[in-house]
């Protein structure tokens, strides 16, 4: 995998993290935030934001006992962001459901403004993306998704999700060999655009 974001300049970043520099803490913050909020955001987290914040809080308070390079990092950071998630669903799970808002609430929120094409292009790519991941069991889902958007090696994978090595190769696999079988079928048309 590619997506080391800090690079060579890492061990300087951690350590400085690990003394509580704040420009350290944005570092980690900015390079890892937006590929978490995805991650979970994919994985149907119901508010990707703040379990994103819980996570990190919780990173950034055991930093002190880190050690590794930025990979191992990366591997860390998304385990305590599963576990967050999981937690965060066992959670949920016991509370009572709350009744949803009604249509006028939609509306009057849907009327708010926007650039309507983006949002209407948006809309429909993160329907085709769910829809896609929909057809992948959940463990095949988890490994693609930390693959892809966590950027995790298969170890780090095996290490987040308590698997060996084998298996996720495995799961990847089947779920890379599913998508390459029905994605030909399931497009997303783009609206036309006007010149």
Not at 151 to 160: H, N, T
Request: net charge negative.
């Amino acid at each position: 995998m590619s997506g080391l974001a800090i690079g060579s300049g890492f061990d300087d970043v951690l350590a400085a993290a690990q003394t509580g520099a704040p420009w350290a803490l944005q570092r980690l913050y900015e390079d890892l935030a937006p590929v978490v909020t995805g991650y979970l955001r994919l994985r149907g987290a119901p508010e990707p934001d703040d379990t994103a914040s819980e996570a990190f809080l919780s990173v950034f308070k055991g930093l002190g006992g880190f050690t590794g390079d930025e990979g191992a990092f990366r591997s860390w950071v998304f385990t305590i962001v599963h576990r967050r998630l999981l937690d965060d669903r066992r959670r949920r799970g016991r509370r009572p459901v709350t009744e949803p808002l009604g249509d006028e609430a939609i509306d009057a929120v849907a009327a708010v403004g926007g650039d309507v094409e983006a949002d209407a292009l948006q809309g429909l790519s993160s329907a085709w993306v769910v829809e896609v991941l929909g057809l992948l069991s959940v463990e095949q889902r988890e490994v693609l998704l930390l693959r892809i958007v966590g950027d995790l090696a298969v170890d780090e994978v095996a290490a987040v999700l308590g698997k060996r090595p084998g298996a996720v190769r495995a799961l990847q696999h089947r779920g890379l060999e599913r998508l390459r079988r029905e994605l030909p079928n399931r497009r997303v048309a783009a609206p036309d655009r006007e010149a």
